[in-house]
Nanobody, 124 residues
């Protein structure tokens, strides 16, 4: 069973930066895709970014491309999301997700393991 634990959320002013971490355990992740999704109050949980654990291919939503960078440290079984130039509209709960078999890396339903989420609040 996969366990995912996010950390690093907080309150930051617009234009600032935060780095989220997702510690993964319970499996060998070499064939997994790992992703970050986010959910603002009253809205759907949307795709943010994803990375192939092996090969390091990355994928981004248009809304974060150029500002956010996803990465992973295979030795530490940890995934990161470096968020720069944050905007108030980035305010959301951020969730780490994992999937062993992915047909569409952007699709929420393709991920079968989720963390508990970490809150990011960007003030204007």
């Amino acid at each position: 069973q996969v366990q995912l634990v996010e950390s690093g959320g907080g309150l930051v002013q617009a234009g600032g930066s935060l780095r989220l971490s997702c510690a993964a355990s319970g499996r060998t992740f070499s064939n997994y895709f790992m992703g970050w999704f986010r959910q603002a109050p009253g809205k759907e949980r949307d795709f943010g970014a994803a990375i192939a654990w092996r090969g390091d291919s990355t994928y981004y939503a248009d809304s974060v491309k150029g500002r956010f960078t996803i990465s992973r440290d295979t030795a530490k079984n940890t995934m990161y999301l470096q968020m720069n130039s944050l905007k108030p509209e980035d305010t959301a709960a951020y969730y780490c997700a994992a999937a062993r078999i992915v047909a569409n890396v952007y699709r929420r339903s393709d991920y079968d393991s989720w963390g508990q989420g970490t809150q990011v609040t960007v003030s204007s």
